[in-house]
């Protein structure tokens, strides 16, 4: 596997399901994060971890969980969503430093 | 506040035609970086282009080139010769040096829909 990879590429799921997305980057970058792309809204992060410690988390609702256990792997664990939530999420990993970010190809989520 | 505004939501071409991709952003930090990314109807954001804001040097690559200028605050995206495969989404975005709070997060322009017709 190369660059950054997704899983699930695709999610349906009923609002009182708890599911879990995965990140996983094979670039030895030091810095991962989830945005969230809606039809409504443009491109907004969600949390951003570097060096496997959260440092920053852009007032989402705590039915989006992160983890993040390795430099290598993101997870975001979902429970009780609303059909909002609807939306293709987004996972990058860069280099600290102002260096580019490269992303995986996103899980396309379908909250019922 | 950190802001990128894509004033164009979406360009119609014919192939061959050239066209300029508009990108205006808002930041008071000295040090920053923008980027330009692609995204195709598959959905993955490809990264094309990172500056940083000490750079100002035009930037060609093939038929891309990229004009930053920080008198305005802007930072355009010239496709030339357009072509069908060039279709896709097209983001400009900042972003501040890590340090004193910052994170490196990316801020998005609303992106700008680029439809070549052959």
């Known amino acids: 596997e190369t660059g950054v990879t997704q899983t699930p590429r695709h999610l349906v799921m009923g609002m009182t399901n708890k599911k879990s997305l995965k990140c996983e980057q094979h670039?030895?970058?030091?810095?991962m994060y989830w945005y969230k792309q809606s039809a409504k809204k443009p491109l907004e992060l969600m949390f951003v971890?570097?060096?496997?410690?959260?440092?920053e988390n852009n007032s989402v609702p705590s039915r989006f969980s992160p983890e993040c256990p390795n430099s290598s792997h993101l997870f975001l664990h979902l429970h009780t969503l609303q059909p909002e939530d609807s939306a293709l999420y987004l996972c990058?990993?860069?280099?600290?430093?102002?260096?580019?970010?490269?992303f995986g190809p996103g899980t396309r989520l379908t909250v019922l | 506040a950190q802001k990128v505004t894509q004033a164009q939501t979406e360009i119609s071409v014919v192939e061959k035609e050239d066209v300029t991709l508009d990108c205006v952003y808002e930041?008071?930090?000295?040090?920053?970086?923008l980027f330009w990314y692609k995204q195709p109807p598959s959905g993955e954001l490809v990264f094309l282009i990172r500056?940083?804001?000490?750079d100002e040097q035009n930037e060609i690559s093939g038929r891309y080139s990229w004009n930053f200028q920080k008198s305005t605050s802007s930072f355009n995206f010239t496709i030339t010769a357009s072509q069908v495969v060039d279709s896709a989404v097209y983001f400009c975005?900042?972003?501040?040096?890590w340090g004193s709070g910052n994170t490196g997060k990316l801020i998005f322009g609303q992106g700008t829909t680029l439809q070549v017709k052959p």
């Open positions: 990058a990993s860069s280099q600290r430093g102002g260096n580019e970010q490269f």
């Open positions: 670039l030895g970058h030091n810095a």
């Open positions: 971890y570097s060096l496997e410690e959260r440092v």
């Open positions: 930041t008071r930090d000295t040090t920053y970086y």
């Open positions: 500056r940083n804001s000490f």
């Open positions: 975005a900042l972003s501040e040096a």
